[in-house]
């Protein structure tokens, strides 16, 4: 039940089939919004209720080891007030008892025996001579040399010395 017409823009009136469509229409609408607003109200409770219970949780769990540490204290600080000294309760007292045989003692007697020496029978030497193998001799070709050499360079020396370190080998320029 809206406050408009009942007549639509075309100017013609409206049934009453399409008021209660209508009137139908905006009811629903306002109903699901009214559903909306509750549920997210008692969604909104619940995670409040559930984050109390984890602070209550916390708290208890911190409180109960505050009682138990001050507990240990009082409990520490009076055993040791109350040691006093360190004497001892009763003193010690050693009785000697006298050695009676049991009737469950069993002693076993295990006779002496000779010791046996056992030696290994001496063994023939035996010499075992490889077969000599045959020489073998392989030759390799040794590679061509280069006719052309490349230049090593070498620092400069001024004295007389690095003029003969400088010249080749007799062995090797006769290769």
Do not use: C, H
């Not at 409770?45 to 507990?71: K, M, P």
């Not at 006779?111 to 046996?116: K, N, S």
């Not at 490889?130 to 280069?146: F, W």
């Not at 004295?159 to 080998?169: G, L, Y």
């Amino acid at each position: 039940m809206s406050n408009e017409p009942n007549t639509f823009q075309q100017g013609r009136p409206a049934t009453p089939s399409e008021i209660a469509y209508r009137d139908g229409y905006v009811q629903g609408r306002e109903k699901e919004q009214k559903n909306q607003l509750e549920i997210d109200r008692q969604v909104l409770a619940a995670d409040r209720a559930r984050t109390q219970a984890n602070q209550n949780a916390a708290s208890g769990l911190l409180l109960g080891l505050l009682v138990a540490a001050i507990a240990a204290a009082v409990g520490g600080t009076a055993f040791y007030l109350s040691r006093g000294s360190e004497a001892p309760l009763a003193p010690e007292v050693n009785v000697d008892a006298p050695d009676v045989p049991d009737a469950n003692n069993i002693t076993i007697e295990t006779p002496d025996l000779p010791e046996v020496n056992i030696e290994a029978p001496d063994l023939p030497e035996v010499n075992i001579e490889a077969p000599k193998l045959p020489e073998v001799n392989i030759e390799t070709p040794q590679a061509p040399e280069a006719e052309t050499e490349t230049p090593v360079e070498t620092p400069v020396e001024t004295t007389s010395e690095s003029a003969e370190k400088s010249e080749p080998a007799p062995e090797a320029a006769a290769e």
